[in-house]
């Protein structure tokens, strides 16, 4: 079910003073989900540092762990869950699941490229594409015949070419980014989160280091990047996004702040529509979608991580 989104009709000044007011920490708040429906604030395991979230098939969201990479699978109409299989004992960051059950997972600082199995947690396969702590895998996207992996540390991604039904290629292709893009000096950040363009031609991809934070839409084929035209906009702390229609939502982290641009349909430019903010989000990462419905988890990057920190995601309405 595709959402219908209103554009409000506020002029470029009221918008930027939203965006203003998200990054200071000031609610333009999302109306809460109705009453009686599946739980809007959803209890992790303590201690296990959630950062990716991908939800599908079926009303299940799955979690990765920054602790040891678990994956946790939570019904998503009761808030029950659980920890799948043995963890890889190595972040998991990034995830998206598929038709076949399966678990496409980026490895943060270990370089990896894990194929996990959504129904038991079994590692399918582990592919080695950077140098560990000189690499941060951050996410992956799924298209008809590809994932592709960001790396923060590195100016480039990575792709796995699916074959027939889906089938798992031996190795993978580094595609070096060009163009536009520009690379944080060494244990800088750029490339975070990565999703599709309106027309299916192209990846959008966050690069932190661009203009103070920008959006660049990128050829998988060659690996060249263009700046996305979002205006006065900037996303300094851009994480992971979600593509609706031609409707981009765009997780700022520590603003703990949901940007919301409309772009046109090749994504060569875009127009800030509103900022969702909430007062139960802690640092959320990234966001997922379900029904009616946007689910992020709550990362806490403020708070000294132990055994016993809880952790959270929250629901709320489109």
Sequence with gaps: MRPSLARPTITRRRLLAASAAAAAGVAVSAPAARAGAAPTTIRLPDGFRPEGIAIGPGPYAYFGSLAD?????????????????????????GLTTDRHGRIFASGGPSGQLRVVSAADGTILKTYQAGTPDQSFVNDVVLTPDAAYFTDSFQPRLYALRLGHRGGLPTGFDTVPLSGDWVQAPPGGFSANGITRTPDGSGLLMIDQTLDGGGLVRVDPATGVARRVDLGPARLPNGDGMLLLGRTLYVVQNRQNAIDVFRLDPSARKGSLVK????????IPTTVARFRDRLYLPNARFSTEPTPQTPYTAVAVRI
Excluded: H, M, N, S
Excluded at 85 to 93: M, N
Excluded at 275 to 282: E, N
């Design 275 to 282: 900022c969702i903010t909430d007062p139960r989000f802690d």
């Design 69 to 93: 990479g678990a994956v946790y699978r939570v019904e998503l109409a009761t808030g029950r869950g659980a920890v799948l299989g043995p963890a890889p004992g190595a972040p998991t960051v």
